[in-house]
């Protein structure tokens, strides 16, 4: 629910935006101002997605199986304090991480990606784990029953009951992610953030919005995106967008 | 058939064991339905679930079709098990369709066969598969729901049936139709079932045999018609109710008490029929029937002792008709509604094949009753003679 409106507030936002900026580029010469800056962006634009897309996919083949990991019975016991000091690190401000990975890993594209995977990590492996342990017991229990090994029961039952919550969790994190990204410039990531500080620095306000302006619009395009799949995924008779 | 030998389940609980099944031993014979009965916790779903080692026993063993299941692997032996549980527990995120070849494709049969399995299964249950095979269950009413759960553990053609209170969900409308239901599709199939229940009516209804369960052990193990006519203590036959008599209606079948009838044609003289009803010692009056031999009347004693004329003219119209295959508490059901103390029986064609009295039911319900005042006096005679 609440990440619906979110979803919606961002929309607004991107309306408001862009109805103002046609006002001001009426005033102004303000696309062409802006296309003073159209190679940049296009290169940081490209940087910008391969940033998101490789720390949210590394976090996605680690957040899932960790989460299906510790869901297991076998992992029961420690499972819980796992989730604990996961959820203490969904409290820690992504620029610290970010800052942390940097010291640990010194600076360029590495650190980024490898804070940015953290920062995106937790909401994935946190859905995965509660999605699967909601999947009722009688499923579990007719699977069993019905002779299916614990593998097929995880599969065939278990993934797909627990894919919408998965996917919400998948949601979240790469709002985080793409959110963050920009920061990664500070570390010399690289991405739509140089254009951003660096006009920030220079006062120079349509360089600032040269990076910030496709930051906005990347962080929408990746929400409809996720929800795009999410709709077209999760199986139809467990999946309540399609009613 | 299911054989259970000595079949125990001790859990260990934090407040120290609980003896769910204590020495468990009883046998179902291949095709019955066998009802475990009893209130809350005595131990029905622990017995019924060591079966397909949901839960594993703490001793004992259980044979199907005569072959310890003890060393079996339990995925191989659970896809020769139906299994049906109260909460139904279709798979929310497959069709119908899918939900029921789930076994079959797990014993890896190829999509056509599975898929027209499916089809004849929806059939089976009652529902329409141009309607149903592609839904998902979420789609469904509790009542169809359960029809397709009952569909999925039926896919595999598996011999044994395990059903933990299948229609308990159920409102009691749609129960009774689906209990029909399933005994109809019972007749043809054929399998051995073990079935759990807490409702004594639906365990009379269901079973060809009825155990009762108490604390964790077996205390009765009888047709339904035994277990009512011969609780076998205080605590069965307060389990069974009061009215334990009137629900032996329901097991005992028309042709069961069904004695031949004198008849007249619309032809006869009303003197015949007052002859015939003197002669067989009717009290009010005697059935009329056609040259089909099909009822289609009374002619009542006072007309025919008052009035000159043939029955054909003076009858009174049929009241209402049972068949030897109903039940006696439908027969005693329409006697209260008619308010008349016997009807005629009739075939499919409508024939007059005889007649059901009050007299016969109540006689028939009472001859097992003598009967065991009777073995109850005898002991006491024969150390009288001796
Ligand atoms: N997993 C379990 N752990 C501990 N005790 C249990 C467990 N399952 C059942 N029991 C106990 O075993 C007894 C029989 O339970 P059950 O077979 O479910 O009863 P019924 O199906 O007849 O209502 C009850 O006293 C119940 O509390
Ligand atoms: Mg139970």
């Given at each position: 629910m609440k990440k619906l409106r979110l979803t919606r507030y961002g929309y607004g936002i991107g309306l408001v935006l862009m109805f103002t900026l046609g006002i001001l580029a009426e005033q102004y010469d303000v696309v062409d101002e802006l296309f003073f800056y159209q190679e940049d962006v296009v290169y940081l634009t490209v940087q910008h997605i391969e940033l998101v897309l490789i720390s949210g996919g590394i976090a996605i083949l680690i957040g899932v199986p960790l989460g299906t990991l510790l869901s297991r019975p076998r992992f029961a016991r420690i499972a819980e304090t796992a989730m604990q000091s996961l959820n203490i690190g969904t409290t820690i401000p992504t620029l610290a991480i970010l800052a942390l990975s940097m010291s640990l890993l010194g600076i360029g594209m590495l650190p980024a990606v490898f804070g940015l995977c953290i920062a995106s990590l937790l909401p994935i492996v946190r859905n995965t784990y509660t999605g699967l342990l909601e999947v009722p017991d009688h499923l579990k229990e007719a699977a069993s029953g019905i002779g299916m090994t614990a593998q097929q029961m995880l599969y065939r039952i278990e993934l797909p009951n627990a894919l919408y919550v998965i996917f919400a969790g998948i949601r979240t994190a790469l709002a985080i992610n793409v959110g963050t990204v920009p920061l990664a410039f500070l570390i010399g990531g690289g991405g739509l953030g140089e254009l951003i500080f660096t006009g920030i620095d220079l006062d120079e306000p349509f360089m600032m919005l040269a990076g910030a302006i496709p930051t906005a619009m990347l962080a929408i395009l990746a929400d409809i995106v996720i929800a795009v799949l999410a709709f077209l995924i999760v199986p139809k008779g467990v999946n309540p967008l399609r009613t | 058939m299911i054989k259970i030998d000595n079949l125990t389940k001790i859990f260990e609980t934090p407040n120290g064991p609980v003896t769910?099944?204590?020495?468990i031993n009883m046998e179902v014979p291949e095709g019955e339905i066998c009802v475990l009965l009893g209130?809350?916790?005595?131990g029905k779903t622990t017995t019924l679930k060591m079966i397909n080692r949901i839960i594993p026993p703490s001793s004992g063993r259980v044979f199907i079709n005569g072959e310890?299941?003890?060393?079996?692997n339990t995925v191989e032996l659970r896809r020769n098990i139906g299994y049906v549980i109260q909460q139904i527990?279709?798979?929310?995120?497959?069709?119908i369709e899918e939900n029921i070849a789930v076994v079959p494709k797990l014993l890896g049969w190829d999509s056509n066969r599975y898929k027209a399995r499916a089809k004849e299964l929806l059939e089976l249950v009652a529902l329409d598969p141009s309607v149903f095979l592609k839904r998902y269950p979420r789609e469904l009413s509790g009542g169809q729901q359960q029809r397709v759960g009952v569909a999925r553990a039926l896919a595999a053609d598996p011999p044994v049936m395990l059903m933990d209170?299948?229609?308990?969900?159920?409102?009691p409308i749609n129960r009774e139709v689906i209990q029909d239901e399933f005994l109809k599709m019972q007749q043809e199939l054929r399998k051995t079932i073990m079935f759990v229940s807490h409702d004594i009516d639906e365990a009379v209804k269901m079973a060809n045999r009825i155990a009762i369960f108490r604390g964790g052990r077996l205390v009765q193990y009888d047709t339904p018609d035994d277990l009512l006519a011969h609780p076998k203590d205080d605590f069965v036959e307060s389990f069974v109710g009061d009215d334990r008599a009137l629900k032996r209606l329901r097991l005992v079948q028309v042709s069961q008490v069904m004695e031949p009838v004198a008849v007249v044609k619309p032809s006869d003289s009303l003197q015949t029929a007052l002859a015939r009803i003197e002669e067989h010692g009717y009290s009010r009056a005697i059935l009329m029937v056609n040259e089909k031999h099909q009822p289609i009347g009374y002619v009542s004693r006072s007309v025919a002792q008052t009035t000159k004329g043939l029955c054909g003219d003076h009858y009174f119209g049929l009241k209402a008709t049972t068949s030897p295959s109903d039940d006696l508490r439908k027969v005693a059901s329409l006697m209260f509604n008619h308010d008349t103390t016997w009807l005629p029986c009739t075939d499919e064609q409508g024939v007059l094949v005889g007649r059901v009295t009050q007299q016969g039911i109540t006689h028939y319900l009472g001859a097992t009753y003598q009967r065991d005042a009777l073995n109850a006096q005898s002991p006491h005679l024969h150390q009288v003679n001796a």
């Open positions: - | 769910a099944a204590d020495h209130p809350s916790g005595c310890d299941t003890t060393g079996l527990g279709l798979f929310p995120n497959m069709t209170e299948p229609f308990g969900a159920i409102d």
